[in-house]
């Protein structure tokens, strides 16, 4: 099992920017993938982007694409995500999540964090 700790949620005007950090602690095999998801009021939790840390290896959700950008420290067990342009609609709980791979991220391997909330002011 992995530990997730999310930070760096807030309040930022629409077009204003966010970094999220998410740091992992336990098992490395458990977080070789780590991505983020975000849970909007009254939505099913959604796909943000995840990454493989190995290689650094990324893929996008289609609406984040361009606007935010995720990287690792691996020395650090910590993921972040660079949040531009933000606008009311990425309104939302970030979720970090951490699985041994991709694909085991959508299933009971894989670790969540608390959530942090982001909140975009138009």
């Known amino acids: 099992q992995v530990q997730l700790v999310e930070s760096g949620g807030g309040l930022v005007q629409a077009g204003g920017s966010l970094r999220l950090s998410c740091a992992a602690s336990g098992s490395t095999f458990s977080s070789a993938a780590m991505g983020w998801f975000r849970q909007a009021p009254g939505k099913e939790r959604e796909f943000v982007v995840h990454?493989?840390?190995?290689?650094?290896?990324?893929n996008y959700a289609d609406s984040v694409k361009g606007r935010f950008t995720i990287s690792r420290d691996n020395a650090k067990n910590t993921v972040y995500l660079q949040m531009n342009s933000l606008q009311p609609e990425d309104t939302a709980v970030y979720y970090c999540?951490?699985?041994?791979?991709?694909?085991?991220?959508?299933?009971?391997?894989?670790?969540w964090g608390q959530g942090t909330q982001v909140t975009v002011s138009s």
């Open positions: 990454i493989i840390r190995s290689t650094g290896s990324s």
């Open positions: 999540a951490a699985a041994p791979s991709i694909p085991a991220m959508r299933t009971p391997l894989a670790s």
